[in-house]
């Protein structure tokens, strides 16, 4: 299985900061690596699929990059309503995995 | 609109099957493009995918659980049904069926999760 590990696991951020998430694979993913918010009590929304592409509907304020094992979700400005648990997901090979969470609280 | 939603059981007791549909619509189970997916959700943890089915019923199944689960689904229905066989109180957890996009292996649509609880 490739193990996927984002950090940091908590972050405490204001409205108005900018915010980077790290996703790492276990191996290399090319650019087979998506980004999900999910709120509590709520299913998981999709952010960025494909590394870098912005799911239709979603805020440009959201982008990711990276490739290979290494990949960040940038929120350029939080707004309130982002305030959400981030997880990552490699598609590059079955059994699909997720990394374990990233918690962004309010400061 | 791309709907999907799980219906199965909230309490199970422990060695029994659960047996979860998920009902789809706005798209087709034949579509060759997109197919369905099953992950969990245990409380306050990580997201796990545990199987998935596309239109030409490829199927594919997380290997820690495989023995375990069957995957199918009834396309006149508009339904994916999951089955886990043996089930234990570890498997408490909140399930989802999400739409996969064949290929590149997203889940860009997902229905709002069922609680499923395990315990005698």
């Known amino acids: 299985d490739i193990q996927m590990t984002q950090s940091p696991s908590s972050l405490s951020a204001s409205v108005g900061d900018r915010v980077t998430i790290t996703c790492r694979a276990s191996?290399?993913?090319?650019?087979?690596l998506n980004w999900y918010q999910q709120k509590p009590g709520k299913a998981p929304k999709l952010l960025i699929y494909?590394?870098?592409s912005l799911q239709s509907g979603v805020p440009s304020r959201f982008s990711g990059s990276g490739s290979g094992t290494d990949f960040t979700l940038t929120i350029s400005s939080l707004q309130p309503e982002d305030f959400a648990t981030y997880y990552c997901?490699?598609?590059?090979?079955?059994?699909?995995?997720f990394g374990q969470g990233t918690r962004l609280e309010i400061k | 609109q791309v709907t999907l939603k799980e219906s199965g059981p909230v309490l199970v007791k422990p060695t029994e099957t659960l047996t979860l549909t998920c009902t789809v619509s706005?798209?087709?189970?034949?579509?060759?493009?997109?197919?369905v997916s099953w992950i969990r959700q245990p409380p306050g943890k990580a997201l796990e995918w545990l199987a998935h089915?596309?239109?030409?019923?490829?199927?594919s199944y997380t290997i820690s659980l495989k023995s375990r689960l069957t995957i199918s689904k009834d396309t006149s229905k508009s339904q994916v049904v999951l089955t886990m066989t043996n089930m234990d109180p570890v498997d408490t957890a909140t399930y989802y069926c999400?739409?996969?996009?064949?290929?590149?292996?997203?889940?860009?649509?997902w229905g709002q999760g069922t609680l499923v609880t395990v315990s005698s």
């Open positions: 999400a739409r996969i996009q064949g290929g590149r292996d997203y889940f860009d649509y």
């Open positions: 706005g798209f087709s189970l034949s579509n060759a493009t997109v197919g």
């Open positions: 089915i596309f239109s030409n019923d490829e199927k």
């Open positions: 191996q290399s993913i090319s650019r087979y």
């Open positions: 494909a590394a870098s």
């Open positions: 997901q490699q598609s590059y090979s079955t059994p699909l995995t």
